[in-house]
């Protein structure tokens, strides 16, 4: 008896250590997906990571042939939206639409927004980069980046900069070139980039550093003139104006891109992380969405999880120590 029973304690022992190191999750992910996947937007709708949002879920819909259900949740520059899908369950039925304004600016310049933005999810993809253009009218008696760098620099406050809003990646674009040639400029706030760019035709405003999707229409029809934009490249829809860095002046490592990326809630099993950023990028390939972005000015990257997870540490800490230094903090 005795015998039988240490061979049957054997036995139990042996099958509970192989049921703890069996690859659960690899197994989850082969199961998964069974029902309908929740794509969180923390903005409007009608913007461009609403817009990534439903063309992710037209095509991992019919790759993963389950319904992929977009959810807007605005509010708070995305912090509002961002904060609900990070409470959601981690099994790969939500994922969260993520910018540089909700995973990168927004954790210093509110006291609170609900969530850590690198320790609440887990990286998917990023799904590209989109620059900002520095704009003035096309009357302005400013021609040239140099002209701006000298009237910027004669006197404090000698220009006004608006922006979609405090804190905003636009606002930060202002600030860090302000830093960058040793000047300080006046920052005007707007509701939005609309307001602010119809501030800036009016005349009431200088400068503005706006998104280049929403400044191309006034690009184009002549009522405003793109002086340079803050990505390290020229970009595809502008490509004849300079990126910053290259008019010297303190600008030689400036570098800002509003970006887009995927996230997840943490603790998603990293295989069902795999198979979504696998989905995505086959997405980001086919020849219709890479028009579809290209309409939207956005350079596709496509970057992976840990490429994406480096990124956005980088961005974090770059944009607090932007905030902190221009003193940008909301209440």
């Known amino acids: 008896m005795k015998i039988a029973r240490r061979a049957f304690l054997l036995s139990a022992a042996s099958l509970l250590a192989l049921g703890a190191t069996a690859p659960v999750p690899a197994i989850a992910a082969d199961a998964w997906p069974d029902k309908p996947i929740t794509y969180v937007v923390p903005f409007a709708p009608g913007g461009a990571t609403d817009i990534l949002g439903r063309t992710y879920a037209q095509f991992l819909g019919e790759s993963l042939n389950v319904p992929v259900v977009v959810e807007n949740k605005p509010g708070t520059g995305g912090s509002l939206g961002s904060a609900y899908g990070s409470r959601a369950k981690p099994d790969g039925y939500t994922l969260i639409g993520g910018t540089i304004s909700s995973h990168a600016i927004n954790v210093s310049v509110y006291p609170s927004i609900g969530y850590d933005p690198v320790k609440s999810f887990e990286p998917i993809i990023l799904t ?16 040239t980046v140099q002209d701006l760098i000298d009237k910027a620099r004669s006197k404090k406050d000698a220009l006004t900069f608006g922006s979609s809003g405090v804190g905003s990646s636009q606002h930060l674009a202002g600030e860090l070139f302000a830093d960058n040639i040793g000047a300080h400029m006046l920052h005007v706030p707007y509701k939005g980039s609309s307001p602010s760019l119809q501030a800036l035709v009016a005349g009431d405003i200088d400068m503005l550093f706006d998104n280049i999707t929403s400044a191309m229409p006034l690009i184009q029809s002549g009522q405003l003139r793109a002086l340079a934009v803050t990505s390290a490249t020229p970009a595809q829809a502008l490509p004849d104006v300079k990126p910053l860095k290259s008019f010297g002046n303190g600008l030689e490592q400036y570098e800002v891109v509003s970006w887009q990326a995927v996230f997840a809630p943490a603790g998603t099993p990293r295989p069902i992380v795999d198979k979504l950023y696998a989905a995505m990028r086959a997405t980001l390939q086919k020849p219709e969405v890479r028009e579809r972005l290209k309409g939207l000015g956005m350079t596709v990257s496509g970057a992976g999880p840990d490429e994406l997870g480096a990124f956005q540490k980088a961005e974090v800490a770059k944009w607090a120590a932007v905030t902190a230094k221009a003193n940008i903090k909301l209440n």
Do not use: C, E
Request: glycine share 6%; charged share 25%.
């Open 128 to 143: 590209g980069t989109l620059p900002n253009v520095l704009v003035v009218r096309a009357d302005s008696d400013i021609k």
